[in-house]
């Protein structure tokens, strides 16, 4: 079956990095679009980043020229490298994965048919 693992997570201190991945195994990888969604306490899951089955990139606003996605097909692995990281950043960091060669981009939760586990992402200030 279908399984993402999340790692990379950790407590960070305002303004510092962190590289988030995610292992994809049970699919075709290089025919899903990934995507990275975020969810802090008391508040819903938003999009964060997504990249295409081709490499097309697409971003929230709140993480435009912060947050860089990239996908390693021969590894079946997603990234999501966040710089400049701020306390609102501050969330549980999911990755999804869903098989569309039409729709792009795809930016809401309900698309995406596959969710790994998540991993904590802190930001002290």
């Known amino acids: 079956q279908v399984q993402l693992v999340e790692s990379g997570g950790g407590l960070v201190q305002a303004g510092g990095s962190l590289r988030l991945s995610c292992a994809a195994s049970g699919l075709t990888f290089s025919s899903f679009n990934m995507g990275w969604f975020r969810q802090a306490p008391g508040k819903e899951r938003e999009f964060v980043a997504a990249?295409?089955?081709?490499?097309?990139?697409y971003y929230a606003d709140s993480v435009k020229g912060r947050f860089t996605i990239s996908r390693d097909n021969a590894k079946n692995t997603v990234y999501l490298q966040m710089n400049s990281l701020k306390p609102e950043d501050t969330a549980v960091y999911y990755c999804a994965a869903v098989q569309s060669r039409f729709r792009w981009p795809i930016i809401r939760p309900e698309d995406y048919g596959y969710w790994g586990q998540g991993t904590q992402v802190t930001v002290s200030s």
């Open positions: 990249i295409s089955w081709s490499g097309s990139t």
